[in-house]
């Protein structure tokens, strides 16, 4: 079992930053990799940005590249979604999630996650 907090989300100028933290227990932390998705409003949840176990490989959708970095501390069970230049099409309702879904399922797929946190509000006024 793992349990996933998230926190930092809030109310950003477009432009702005937030950085988005999420407190993991549970299962050994440092044993897998761990991922962030989004959803706005009336849209499907999306994939968002991938870490590996020891962070040696990141993941991101186009839309974020250049802008978010997912970076996770091991040693306090936690991943951090930096996010900056926020736009009008980044507020959503942030969630981590952790394996536990169907092995072998792509970064990007939520099948593969099996574990969710209660998510974070994000959002961008312009």
């Known amino acids: 079992q793992v349990q996933l907090v998230e926190s930092g989300g809030g109310l950003v100028q477009a432009g702005g930053s937030l950085r988005l933290s999420c407190a993991a227990s549970?299962?050994?932390?440092?044993?897998?990799?761990m991922g962030w998705f989004r959803q706005a409003p009336g849209k499907e949840r999306e994939f968002v940005a991938g870490?590996?176990?020891?962070?040696?490989?990141?993941y991101y959708v186009d839309s974020v590249k250049g802008r978010f970095t997912i970076s996770r501390d091991n040693a306090k069970n936690t991943v951090y979604l930096q996010m900056n230049s926020l736009t009008p099409e980044d507020p959503a309702v942030y969630y981590c999630?952790?394996?536990?879904?169907?092995?072998?399922?792509?970064?990007?797929?939520?099948?593969?996650?099996?574990?969710w946190g209660q998510g974070t509000q994000v959002t961008v006024s312009s």
């Open positions: 549970g299962r050994t932390f440092s044993s897998y990799g």
């Open positions: 999630a952790a394996p536990g879904g169907l092995s072998g399922s792509s970064w990007s797929s939520e099948a593969r996650y099996g574990y």
């Open positions: 870490i590996s176990w020891n962070g040696a490989w990141t």
